[in-house]
């Protein structure tokens, strides 16, 4: 299993893979384009401590976030789950937009919307499924096999930053 952050560099996946993990930037654009009807829900948010992987990539020694975690569906299939975490300097500044998105995209009310906002490479690994419980909150109970994850950051301004994580659940066609 591939539990350390990759690149598309350092790590070699199949076709199908690779294109889900590296090759769509937006994700919720490509799955409304596959999956007619796709829906997307927020399923909670709120304050907490982000973990050590995201403060790592994040580069964070501060801690507190707003954690949002939302999912992407089709009637009772689940596809991806998504944990934005935004650190509390960057929600303190952004807060009117990131308390308005409701059951939209942060990407399309957002962050895409801004040309001046920057996205890093993705990083994936391979998420077990202790841990995917924990980062999403749920006790659902899906595949014990792990799950793959990609995480990118979004630069809004010199001083403020999120990191967007996107579970697959479900790989949907290509």
């Known amino acids: 299993m591939t539990s350390h952050w ?25 799955l409304a384009q596959l999956i007619p009807n796709i829906s997307l829900h927020c399923i909670e948010e709120y304050h907490a401590l982000m973990d ?5 990539l994040l580069n964070l020694s501060e801690r507190t976030s707003r954690i ?3 999912k992407h569906y ?3 299939n689940i596809y991806v ?9 960057t929600y303190k500044r952004y807060q009117d937009c990131f308390d308005s998105l409701g059951n939209n995209s942060i990407g399309e009310h957002f962050l895409f919307k801004n040309t001046h906002i920057k996205r890093s490479e993705f990083y994936v690994k391979q998420c077990p499924f202790d841990l995917l419980r ?23 301004d010199v001083e ?12 949907p066609p290509v």
């Open 6 to 30: 990759n690149t598309k560099e350092t790590i070699m996946l199949p076709t199908e893979l690779k294109y889900w993990l590296f090759d769509v930037k937006r994700l919720g654009v490509t």
């Open 68 to 70: 949002r975690l939302i």
């Open 134 to 156: 924990h980062k999403l909150n749920v006790n659902d109970s899906f595949s014990s096999t792990p799950l793959w994850m990609r995480a990118s950051i979004f630069t809004l």
């Open 160 to 171: 403020h930053q999120l990191l967007i994580e996107e579970f697959f659940v479900r790989m």
């Open 81 to 89: 789950f998504g944990r934005t975490i935004i650190p509390q300097n």
């Open 74 to 76: 089709h009637q009772d």
């Open 52 to 56: 050590d992987d995201e403060a790592e």
